[in-house]
């Protein structure tokens, strides 16, 4: 089976790199069919995919951690080195004392020593143990303790038990209360980030403190209880997918790929796999960037339907969870 080659990128903690294009196994409805999600992992290692995202609110983690065993049994891979892992620290285990029991655990799900990255996947603390989606109103606690919090994410990588440590959906000015206190600055940054939203005004403010993007919803998020179908019904990007004979899926993945960030793809679908992979041989045209930078900005993740827009969180409004980076 052909298998592709995909490029990766150093990260400023030092050790190993990034490939650039990964798979996600976030699905909504969550599916917790281990062997749909294990399935699909195994396939995309047949197809060159060594770049996994997972998270403990995906429940993906276990049947990730099954298909990598299984790689490594069957000879797919020859070393678990050969794989880039992320996992990431969900609301209620945000609270110091818990972030490292929190990745105890997703080690033991993923049957792993170590990730590759440990990302805080919102700036937010609820309730300890609520790991449902939508939030519910009454398990919001006082703003997260962005300090404290951060603190357990670098002992966890003095520990070994990660490479690297980042964040996810953090803002310019959330960025900022990190870097204020940090010994280890956060190595990635993932975000949403598609042609309807290029994010030029925190990917500057990372890249300036080279602090890598990681985009997730390339493709708007479409079927997701957070996305929509306003990029994949764009239709600037389906004349330029007509135009250049690719599909409106490669063009936003060419897109993102162009802006010198890494992307997460998030499909079972072995032909659409292999479809997400073919953005590495082309190139968009000068007039194809300038009417994608011409698009009106749109945030498909806006906090709103997962509930962390709340009167009783610290967010009442989406400005103040993203401070109006775009």
Not at 23 to 49: F, S
Not at 89 to 116: E, G, I, M, T
């Amino acid at each position: 089976m052909r298998s592709v080659s995909i490029p990766a990128v150093s990260l400023i903690s030092g050790e190993g790199t990034m490939p650039r294009i990964g798979m996600g196994t976030a699905v909504y409805p969550i599916v917790e069919d281990h062997h749909i999600t294990k399935t699909a992992v195994l396939e995309a290692i047949k197809l060159g995919y060594r770049h996994f995202d997972t998270a403990s609110l995906y429940m993906s983690e276990k049947a990730l951690g099954q298909a990598i065993k299984e790689a490594l049994r069957d000879g797919l891979i020859k070393s678990r080195d050969e794989l880039f892992v992320t996992s990431k620290l969900w609301c209620p285990d945000a609270h110091p004392h818990l972030v490292l029991p929190a990745l105890q655990k997703s080690l033991s799900n993923l049957q792993l020593d170590y990730l590759d990255l440990y990302l805080v996947h919102w700036p937010l603390s609820i309730k300890p143990g609520e790991y449902g989606l939508p939030v519910e109103k009454d398990d919001f606690l006082l703003p997260m303790d962005f300090g404290s919090v951060w603190e357990a994410m670098e002992e966890c990588q003095a520990l070994g038990l990660t490479k690297a440590i980042g964040v996810s959906n953090f803002s310019c000015k959330k960025l900022h209360l990190i870097l204020s206190t940090a010994k280890v600055k956060p190595a990635v940054n993932q975000v949403e980030m598609n042609p309807l939203l290029r994010q030029k005004k925190l990917r500057e403010f990372c890249e300036g403190e080279g602090i890598h993007i990681c985009a997730y919803s390339p493709l708007g998020g479409q079927g997701t209880l957070w996305g929509d179908s306003q990029v994949m019904e764009c239709q600037v990007l389906k004349d330029i997918a007509k135009n250049r004979g690719k599909t409106l899926a490669q063009v936003c993945l060419r897109w993102v790929y162009e802006q010198n960030v890494s992307l997460l793809v998030k499909s079972f679908n072995k032909e659409r796999m292999k479809e997400n992979q073919e953005i590495l041989d082309w190139e968009l045209s000068k007039e194809d960037l300038q009417r994608i930078d011409q698009l009106p900005q749109y945030r498909s993740v806006s906090g709103e339907s997962l509930n962390f827009i709340a009167d009783t969180g610290p967010y009442k409004t989406v400005q103040e969870l993203f401070d109006e980076d775009v």
